[in-house]
T-cell receptor, first 112, second 112 residues
Framework: KQEVTQIPAALSVPEGENLVLNCSFT??????LQWFRQDPGKGLTSLLL???SQREQTSGRLNASLDKSSGRSTLYIAASQPGDSATYLC???????????WGAGTKLIIKP | EAGVVQSPRYKIIEKKQPVAFWCNPI?????LYWYRQNLGQGPELLIR????????DSQLPKDRFSAERLKGVDSTLKIQPAELGDSAVYLC??????????FGPGTRLTVT
């Protein structure tokens, strides 16, 4: 059974720092992996989607990597800003079905 | 392009009362998902539709939850009767087949 873990559960850093959020999964048979952002009281916004054949995806200051063999993905945020404060969730879609398996998220606070 | 629309955004009801949530997916998206998200956790899939057919409802508590997607567009999720433990955010998402999921803002349900 696929399980997704995100550590740490919360992270607070000063503005301007580069940071890395971690996501690990137990079964390497995945179709893709997505990183989402969730602001308080709001829905989920897709940030990056990495197909199983890809190693990384980039969008602006965000870079997500995928290492299937080790069951890990990282989301790198460059030059963090207070507006980046949110909860970041990763979700894995197994090869065998459409259901996304979610991590519990990392709550990120960027201090001005 | 309009995103996924959900209503209401917030709902407060007393236990044992019925409640219904509505979702309008992105135009052209045949696949529709209902999720439930408890505080500090990732979303949990309740039901997935392909057009008007519920293709995965294995995690829907069928004793009190029901859903429909008439004409394969809008969808309604109903709870009757509601229990205290049903308090959560109910998220709707849509996608093209095998595609990236796009989420609505969610409905925050509080059962008192």
């Amino acid at each position: 059974k696929q399980e997704v873990t995100q550590i740490p559960a919360a992270l607070s850093v000063p503005e301007g720092e580069n940071l890395v959020l971690n996501c690990s999964f137990t079964d390497s048979a995945i179709y893709n992996l997505q990183w989402f952002r969730q602001d308080p009281g709001k829905g989920l916004t897709s940030l990056l989607l990495i197909q199983s054949s890809q190693r990384e995806q980039t969008s602006g200051r965000l870079n997500a990597s995928l290492d299937k063999s080790s069951g890990r993905s990282t989301l790198y945020i460059a030059a963090s800003q207070p507006g980046d404060s949110a909860t970041y969730l990763c979700a894995v879609r197994p090869s065998s079905n459409y259901q996304l398996i979610w991590g519990a998220g990392t709550k990120l606070i960027i201090k001005p | 392009e309009a995103g996924v629309v959900q209503s209401p955004r917030y709902k407060i009801i007393e236990k044992k009362q019925p409640v219904a949530f509505w979702c309008n997916p992105i135009s052209g998206h045949n696949t529709l998902y209902w999720y439930r998200q408890n505080l500090g956790q990732g979303p949990e899939l309740l039901i997935r539709y392909e057009n008007e057919e519920a293709v995965d409802d294995s995690q829907l508590p069928k004793d009190r939850f029901s859903a429909e997607r008439l004409k394969g567009v809008d969808s309604t999720l109903k709870i009757q009767p509601a229990e205290l433990g049903d308090s959560a955010v109910y998220l709707c998402a849509s996608s093209l087949p095998s595609g990236e999921q796009y989420f609505g803002p969610g409905t925050r349900l509080t059962v008192t």
